[in-house]
């Protein structure tokens, strides 16, 4: 996955998000599901529907993939971005 930010507007587009981020990093879903306390089957579960995610379980699933949740209001992406870069 590239270091972009990727902007979330549903449940379908997090759960392609974390199994493409998982694939990049080369985890199966069962050593994923091992990190978490999770089976595989659960795991493929959240891919799948990403919307039954607990709040506690998204922010693991993010840890353990070294992903960082960031919510801010909409239409302010590009101005992030633009502002990180200027920083550089």
């Known amino acids: ?4 930010i990727q902007p979330i ?4 587009q997090l759960g392609v998000l974390l199994q493409g981020t998982r694939k990049s990093r080369k985890l199966t879903q069962a050593q994923l599901g091992a990190r978490m306390g999770l089976s595989q089957k659960r795991v493929s579960e959240l891919e799948l529907a990403p919307g039954s ?4 379980q998204l922010l693991d699933i993010c840890n353990q993939l070294g992903l960082q949740l960031s919510i801010q209001p909409r239409g302010e992406e590009q101005q992030t ?3 990180q870069q200027a920083d550089w």
């Open 1 to 4: 996955m590239s270091n972009r």
């Open 53 to 56: 995610l607990s709040v506690d």
């Open 9 to 12: 507007a549903t449940a379908p």
């Open 81 to 83: 971005t633009d502002s």
